[in-house]
């Protein structure tokens, strides 16, 4: 004889998850903003530095804004150091592997210890993203990525951020099958996600920075 699941016990149990799910929620809603505004004070001295040597290092401005998609699939303009050479992203967008010749030398630089995204907490506090979620993308690849992977749109049920599992485990994506190779990461994410969790992505995050691997 087959025995079927107590709904009652199932109830209890979904609530049990929403209401650790929406406590989990909450705490970032606080401490995500709160760091944000703290890193870039102490990372002030950086950032009036790198300013400096992108404006000394050619034409074009010191931030430049793209357009990614957020939550709910909502568009935001994300914020970040300029590292390639101005107006050099012609007609297709162009992922972050695939800079080639048109990163400046400074620009390997900042993205070889992720200081180019040192601007991204402006878009913490402006709530677009968290500190730790999937990475933004763009529409074009979005929807070169639902060709192959639709499951990919279940991501955009929570902010992006700016370190992510796929970011850690996999790295920056050179064309799209390894968008979607990278994706599987964040598909993890979205189901384990919790403070834990991001706690450890933070410190494969530090690890990634001090290495130098950020591209």
Known sequence: MTTRPDPVVKKSTDDTIQSGRTTYDRIRSITDPFFSVLILLVLSPLILLVSIVIMMSGRGPVIYTQDRIGINGKPFLIYKFRSMIFNSETGHPQLSG???????????????????????????????ITIVGPRPERQFFIDEILKTKPEFIELQKIKPGITSWGQVKFGYASNVQEMIERSKYDLYYLIHRSVWFDLKILLYTIIVIIKGKGI
């Open 98 to 128: 695939n800079g080639g010749e048109k990163v400046t030398k400074f620009g390997r630089f900042l993205r070889k210890y992720r200081i180019d995204e040192i601007p991204n907490f402006i878009n913490v506090i402006k709530g677009d």
